[in-house]
């Protein structure tokens, strides 16, 4: 086993609403190897120097979404950013940008929960199909245009990066707008109109400023800033569609 | 306290608790449904998932086939109805899913493909490259949001069963952001709360997998079911344990000691050929494998690193653009978490604990002995797993069991009467009590983190890869010990919103009760079979005396209570477990003897 033989400040924003008016920082020396993680880091601060500290994590290998925080003020997943980055300064952390702080590192994300709800997350059918027909065909071409968009972990890190989230909270942001886009351009999905809806909607696509820092902290290339984009086109082109077609632009 | 009625709860909102949800609200709309999470759904375990989802599907293979994979590699402790019956539904659940929009990786016709997965005859694993479990989750949260009878409670830590006239009618929990509890009154309970892997030191397994659905059960009576059986996966990250799929061998990759030597060819796996074989070599069960590692750990072959002995997987004969197309999330692991480009360097890996075979003893319908409560999913012991899961079998329980659990307690629901909740509401006022005095009790002395770190340690020193009758009760009597010190723990932290320390209090005493189990199964099972290997006389398996499942039993302030029960045998006999050409050779032999 490896000796720890570094000492690392980690600075961390504390608010526990119960006693706080503000958060504020509190600073903690944590021995570190080059191996760990910023979470690594933090856990060590709760095992051994403060069990009051609270994160949300779990699985530590960047998947499950959950350890999101700004470091040094960059939105980044925990697991996944290494204390050995940032030695020997000291590295700070706070809870996600642009979301009210429930307590220390946790934000609420009640919000982003509502948004995702609200754009039906969910295939309807173009075509009908029974189980006993087997599946729908869809080739790897068709499932390119949406498999990167499937992949998003709803870490909220565009959020925090989000400027426009940043001055309207309705917005319905990067990672909502990825998820309409996934369904939209999956061959087997149906409801685009319907969907479009909501994209065209006081808090939809449009305010978006293009500004692509969303895409840029994407810890999985979602590339969020594309789908917004594309669904302006989409939103703009529907926009005018509408007005020719009996069955407006969504087809 | 408030009361929230339902007519089924589930507890968990992982692949099976989710999968349960959309089967109850598709079986009948009209019943109130509670899914009730300790994080948000999408973040459950069930998200790690990797390599894939088994199923029939290519025209060379069958039911049968899958049959006798699962049973051989549970080494012939499976309750074999149970088993017959998961093969036959696997590949219309894997469909449902398809449906549900879950992006499965296709054949350039378009139809879902199937990859190559260990101690599996034909390849029938279907993957979404390799990040199948979290597109599987997700699929299946995104679709849940359709059912408006899935009300969710979301960041809920459930503390307590409620049982009342010898029935299952409620659970407890307390909402994480607040610290208040509820109580949620329903007619059937099911538990989908995953495995308990955080017990062992190093493992494969996030934050949340802490045995908590196991642990309400077996307070509650339940037995737990071949808890001993726990798998250690060969291929994971020296120091973290995260896990490297086994689909990197599914793939082609190989498994290689020191001197570049594939070395499963000594351990009766081989020959050694330069393309995947089915269920030889690298595609040999996982038990096999870490097995294998041992041993050459013993003879000095493997490779000494900061975080203990290696082996190397070689994934570079695969090539980048197969790597990148196949296995992205490997490949951004190796290089991320070790600086390791798989396609240019192997990747240092060694064993860690990976899942729970055992749990919850329920019947072929999910049903626990206790009326009302049902179980799926890894919490559970359903029977398909034996004494060695095969990889990719346990996405497909989620989804096949996750619905037969939804079906059976929304049946259970509608055919008994709601209870008196007057009388429930007093039960759950005497958990809030209890729960409310840990984290208000003061004068204790004893960290958390030390009591968890000295468990996952007896863990692994005790309950490894390979078992002695001295080190196993070594780690009996120390998690005794742990849990009389338990009782004198300490929590700093006060306050009612967002403790997390009074919640890992409560999961830490839930992990020390599963961890008793484990380890009094283990030193009671006096043979050898699957993932429980022993060293000290009983080596072999023992039919005779032990082809039957340990159920360990509850018993407050002491250790578990022991027994056993019955396995179901229908069609095929316990016979030699091999695998490679004497694998081949011993199918020939049975086939053989058939005609």
Not at chain 1, 58 to 73: T, V
Not at chain 1, 189 to 210: I, N, P, W
Not at chain 2, 466 to 486: H, I, N, P, V
Not at chain 2, 544 to 569: C, E, M, T, W
Request: glycine content about 10%; aromatic content about 8%; proline content about 5%.
């Amino acid at each position: 086993m490896s000796e720890h033989s570094k000492i690392i400040e980690i600075e961390v924003l504390r608010y526990n609403p119960e006693t706080d008016k503000v958060p504020s920082p509190q600073v903690f020396e944590v021995p570190f190897t080059d191996d760990m993680s910023v979470l690594q880091g933090i856990q060590y601060i709760k095992d051994h120097l403060d069990g009051s500290l609270s994160f949300r994590w779990s699985c530590r290998m960047a998947i499950c979404g959950s350890c999101g925080m700004m470091i040094n003020g960059v939105p980044h997943l925990s697991c996944e950013t290494f204390l050995r980055d940032y030695y020997p300064a000291r590295v700070r952390v706070e809870a996600l940008n642009h979301f009210p702080i429930e307590r220390d590192l946790v934000i609420n994300m009640e919000g982003f929960i509502k948004k995702l709800e609200s754009i039906q997350p969910y295939i309807i059918p173009k075509e009908p199909r029974t189980l006993a027909q087997g599946e729908y065909l869809q080739t790897p071409e068709e499932l390119n245009r949406y498999e990167q968009f499937s992949s998003c972990i709803n870490c909220m890190l565009c959020y925090a990066a989000c400027p426009q989230f940043g001055l309207n909270p309705e917005f319905i942001g990067p990672a909502a707008t990825a998820l309409l886009h996934r369904y939209n351009v999956d061959t087997r999905d149906g409801a685009k109109e319907e969907r479009m809806e909501l994209v065209h909607s006081e808090e939809g696509v449009f305010h978006c400023t293009a500004v692509g820092y969303c895409s840029e902290v994407c810890p999985k290339h979602v590339d969020p800033a594309n789908a917004v984009n594309q669904n302006k086109t989409n939103s703009a082109m529907d926009y005018f569609l509408r007005f020719i077609s009996p069955k407006g632009g969504a087809k | 306290m408030e009361t929230y009625k339902a007519d089924v709860v589930i507890v968990g909102g992982g692949g099976a608790g989710l999968r349960a949800a959309i089967a109850v609200a598709e079986f009948d709309p009209t019943l109130r449904i509670a899914l009730v999470s300790k994080v948000y759904p999408m973040r459950s375990h069930t998200v790690a998932a990797e390599g894939g989802s088994a199923g029939v599907k290519l025209p060379t293979d069958k039911f049968d086939y899958h049959f006798n994979d699962t049973v051989t590699g549970g080494d012939w402790l499976c309750e074999q109805d149970v088993v017959e019956y998961f093969v036959s539904q696997c590949p219309e659940e894997l469909t449902q899913l398809e449906h549900w929009g879950c992006p499965w990786s296709r054949t350039p016709d378009g139809h879902v493909n199937v990859r190559a997965f260990g101690g599996m005859k034909i390849e029938r694993t279907w993957f979404a490259a390799d990040k199948t479990g979290f597109h599987m989750l997700h699929t299946l949260f995104q679709t849940s949001i359709k059912y408006p009878s899935i009300k969710r409670f979301d960041e809920h830590f459930c503390v307590d069963l409620v049982v009342a006239d010898g029935r299952t009618q409620g659970v407890v929990t307390i909402e994480i952001a607040s610290g208040e509890l509820t109580l949620i009154e329903a007619r059937s309970v099911v538990i989908a709360t995953g495995g308990a892997g955080r017990v062992f030191r190093e493992n494969t397994n996030g934050g949340v997998v802490t045995g908590d659905g196991m642990a309400l059960a077996y307070r509650h009576g339940v037995p737990l079911r071949d808890m001993e059986f726990v798998q250690y996966h060969p291929t994971c990250m020296p120091g973290t344990g995260l896990l490297f799929t086994e689909a990197c061998r599914g793939e082609g990759g190989f498994l290689v000691n020191k001197d570049g030597y594939r070395y499963l060819q000594d351990y009766g796996l081989g020959p050694a050929e330069p393309t995947p074989r089915n269920k030889a070599m690298e595609l040999g069960p996982r038990d096999r494998l870490s097995q294998a590692f041992w041993y050459e750990q013993q003879k000095g072959r493997t490779i000494e690193g900061p975080h203990g002995s290696v082996v190397h997987l070689d994934l570079r004969h695969l090539g980048e653009a197969k790597l990148r197309e196949r296995l992205p999330q490997i490949y951004e692991l190796a290089e991320q978490f070790l600086g390791v480009d798989p396609a240019h360097a192997p990747i240092p890996v060694r064993p860690a604990v990976h899942y729970t075979m055992g749990g919850i003893l329920v019947d072929g319908k999910c049903a626990a002995p206790l009326p009302g409560l049902f179980a799926a999913g890894e919490c559970s012991s359903v029977g398909i797993h034996g004494a060695n899961r095969l990889g990719s079998n346990s996405l497909s329980e989620l989804c096949v069991f996750g619905k037969v659990a939804g079906v059976e307690a929304a049946r259970h629901a509608k055919s008994v009467a709601p209870g008196n909740s007057a009388n429930l509401l007093k039960q759950a006022q005497a958990v809030e009590q209890r729960v409310v005095g840990l984290v208000r009790k003061s004068g204790g002395s004893e960290r958390i983190a030390t009591l968890r770190r000295e468990m996952a340690q007896t863990m692994e020193d005790g309950c490894g890869i390979y078992r002695l009758a001295e080190s196993m009760q070594k780690t009996c009597d120390k998690l005794d010990e742990l849990k009389l010190r338990f009782k004198n723990v300490h929590i700093e932290d006060k306050s009612s919103v967002w403790n997390t320390e009074w919640l890992l209090a409560i999961e830490l005493e839930y992990q020390l009760d599963v961890a008793q189990a484990m380890a009094y199964s283990a030193l009671n099972r006096r043979e050898s079979r699957g993932a429980h290997q022993r060293l000290d006389g009983y080596e072999a398996r023992d039919d005779i005396n032990f082809l039957k499942h340990s159920q360990a039993h509850y018993v407050a302030d002491g250790a578990p209570r022991i027994d056993y029960g019955p396995v179901k045998i229908t069609k095929s006999q316990p016979g030699t477990r091999a695998y490679g050409a004497a694998g081949e050779q011993a199918e020939r032999e049975r086939n053989a003897s058939h005609v």
